[in-house]
């Protein structure tokens, strides 16, 4: 079977109809393991955003399909893909969105590309690009990542001058700076943002300098959340965007990364090469595009809701809840003499409430589950889940 009778053949069999045969499937799944019913009330600290377990993911899926049919793409090209990638263009204001198999794909071919024949990244040293990518810039695309401002959540226009100038400064055969790589917000940094004036400084730096600027936003919607700034604005200052799809949009997994056309258009032959190309991709993009409807609006009535719902907590004896500067959705935690066991139990089993919070100081993290139940219902539990996990 040749090349293209084997894609004809791909089209016209089973996993060409898979969309169209799904709510079939799910409704005899269903039939043998409804989801729980508890599981629509449940709010997690624990998250970014709404997980699903697999047949949740399967009724969720069934539920989108009936009410608007999910198109399948092919090699990621058509179908939900496509709608997805456009929605994200249109987000971006950015000319071009292909879809990405992981976010670290998206970021490794994102500053290989912009930055060309030239070595030099200049990132921040808690970033998921230096610290969580498995040295692949250096090891498959031959760039060097150079490290600005250890253990902040950003570098200041000043701080990646003076980086760069040593650098230029101290090396006799030198290497080209090619990109500034900036992540917002900052996994490791308790999710601080980068505040949007030095966005703006750095990006006008290096528009005059001729550096190319690009954005791992994996949980921008967070910071969005949280500091009013839309992806729109935050888009016009880099030259490619990455966003994450199952952080916070319930998809099992993948990435968009969004760019001017010719800077896109070398991606689908790089995803290939890297054995990223996927022969289809559409459940992860119709989950995704379906959150995305409204989520700008939910994640600011969650952060909303979480402010009036901690100012109530606060008042409880033994809770101290306090916001991260420049935070986003994760905030600290302080719980004064309690069994932790029998608190995060009680929480779970008699209030469906997910939290992993500790005696002392603990994190917990704010996302849309929150609407689920209201403020008067949780500030309950917790009172409750203090009382019984109280030490004598």
């Known amino acids: ?160 001058k003076e980086a760069v100038d040593y650098h230029n400064k101290g090396e006799v055969f030198k290497s080209g700076i090619g990109t500034v790589a900036i992540e917002n917000p900052v996994r490791r940094c308790d999710g601080k943002y980068v505040p949007f004036d030095e966005i703006k400084k750095i990006s006008a730096w290096c528009s005059e300098k001729g550096y190319k600027l690009h954005m791992d936003g994996a949980r921008v919607f967070l910071a969005m959340a949280f500091n009013g700034i839309s992806l729109k604005e935050y888009s016009t200052y880099f030259d490619t965007v990455y966003v994450s799809l199952y952080k916070y949009l319930g998809a099992a997994g993948g990435a ?15 995803i290939k090469v890297h054995g990223g190309t996927a022969f289809s991709n559409w459940s992860n993009a119709a989950m995704a595009l379906h959150t995305l409807n409204g989520l700008e609006t939910r994640l600011k009535q969650t952060a909303e809701k979480a402010d009036a719902l901690f100012k109530r907590l606060n008042q409880l004896q033994g809770v101290k809840i306090a916001s991260i500067p420049n935070g986003s959705n994760i905030f600290n935690l302080e719980l004064a003499n309690i069994d932790a066991k029998v608190f995060n139990k009680t929480m779970q089993e008699k209030y469906s409430i997910n939290i992993h919070a500790r005696n002392g100081s603990s994190q917990i993290r704010v996302n849309e589950t929150l609407l689920r139940q209201d403020n008067i219902r949780i500030e309950k539990a917790f009172a409750d889940a203090l009382k019984a996990a109280a030490k004598s």
């Open 1 to 160: 079977m040749n090349y293209l009778k084997r894609r004809n053949f791909l089209k016209l069999s089973g996993l060409g109809v898979l969309p169209a045969i799904l709510p079939t499937v799910t409704v005899n799944a269903s039939a043998n393991r409804q989801p729980k019913a508890a599981v629509n009330q449940t709010v997690s600290f624990n998250d970014d955003g709404v997980f699903y377990e697999p047949a949740e993911y399967i009724a969720k899926l069934q539920e989108i399909n009936t009410a608007n049919p999910i198109e399948m793409d092919f090699y990621g090209g058509g179908g939900a893909v496509a709608k997805l990638c456009e929605k994200f263009a249109d987000l971006t204001g950015k000319p071009a969105c292909i879809y990405m198999p992981s976010g670290t794909m998206a970021n490794q071919l994102a500053i290989s590309v912009l930055s060309g024949d030239n070595a030099k990244v200049f990132v921040q040293e808690t970033s998921h690009i230096y610290r969580d990518e498995g040295d692949s810039a250096q090891t498959v695309f031959n760039k060097r990542l150079i490290p600005v401002a250890p253990g902040e959540a950003h570098f200041t226009l000043e701080q990646l």
């Open 256 to 270: 968009v990364l969004c760019g001017d056309k010719e800077t896109i258009g070398h991606m689908e032959h790089l």
